[in-house]
């Protein structure tokens, strides 16, 4: 399994850290989301594997094998960072064709275009393109060199939530292809139901981070509606908080089972049920 190593990658601004040694991976066929609160690194981390800036320290490393600059990546790396720049008077496909032609690449233009759902505006001028049908073209952008690994920053950014479910399906089905996907993004709940990974910064080091599947035993904040109101006496076996027809607890989804039979027995059955999102939770851990 290819994978790409980030090591120990330190920037400094005018004698202030903004990455502070911070290391990481991202793995073939794996989603790893980048997140934190505005000032946490993100944009500069992004910046320096572009090669846009040049880190203080730190190298970087292909299955393995050390690169001799975090330029080398873009050999590898196909990349979204922030707003992609086009020829608004050109189409939607020419903008593709003139790229490809320019790469030299096979890529096949209509294919990208169906790939993320931009057919039917194929010939649409790129100036009449909404936000997110720019967005979806530039991850069209991205994948014409067919590149091993995705740096992707804010990419749902504008959209609305038809093109956003498209754009989640788009990197699953890249990730199932065998991509290693690296992707920044303040949507939470979203991201957690397609990442594999994640990297929680703050203030320019890494809070936290692991497999999702390592905090899955972890509780969340879970609200229970009810059609009547709970009984004061009711008893559980988790701490919880009953605000009329509301009960508020902490539990993973094993002991939101549990705690869902006792109620079934005594005859509350939920009619809504809401859990906040594991990375919302770890995010609001820096918040706070």
């Not at 290819?2 to 290391?23: C, F, H, W």
């Not at 320290?57 to 299955?63: A, I, T």
């Not at 690449?105 to 759902?117: C, W």
């Not at 989640?168 to 957690?192: A, F, M, P, R, Y």
Request: glycine share 6%.
């Amino acid at each position: 399994m290819r994978k790409l190593e980030i090591k120990n990658i330190a920037l400094i601004y005018d004698t202030q850290p903004i990455v502070k040694g911070i290391s990481f991976s991202i793995g073939e066929g794996k989603i790893t989301a980048l997140i934190g609160p505005n000032g946490a690194g993100k944009s500069s981390t992004f910046r320096i594997l572009s090669g846009l800036v040049n880190p203080d320290s730190g190298s970087v490393f292909l299955d393995g094998i050390e690169m001799k600059n975090f330029n080398d990546l873009r050999n590898h790396c196909g990349y979204l960072l922030e707003t992609a720049d086009f020829y608004t008077y050109l189409s939607g496909r020419k903008n593709l064709e003139l790229l490809i032609a320019l790469t030299k690449s096979s890529a096949n233009a209509i294919e990208l275009l169906e790939m993320v759902g931009l057919t039917k505006d194929a010939d649409k001028k790129v100036q009449h393109y909404s936000k997110g049908m720019k967005q979806r073209l530039g991850l069209a952008q991205v994948l014409i060199d067919n590149p091993s690994f995705l740096i992707l920053d804010e990419p749902f950014n504008g959209l609305d939530p038809e093109v956003k479910e498209l754009i989640l399906k788009l990197l699953t089905d890249l990730k199932n292809s065998g991509k290693g996907i690296l992707v920044s993004t303040h949507l939470l709940e979203d991201i957690e139901t397609i990442a594999d990974d994640f990297i929680l910064l703050n203030e320019g080091e890494i809070y936290l981070s692991g497999s999702m599947d390592t905090f899955a035993s972890d509780r969340q904040n879970v609200k229970m509606h009810f059609e009547k109101p709970l009984p004061q006496n009711l008893n559980l076996a988790f701490e919880n908080r009953k605000n009329g027809n509301i009960l508020s607890l902490k539990a993973n989804e094993k002991e939101t089972q549990t705690i869902l039979k006792e109620l079934y027995e005594l005859d509350f059955i939920p009619y809504k049920i809401d859990r906040s999102s594991l990375l919302y939770d770890k995010y609001m851990e820096i918040i706070k």
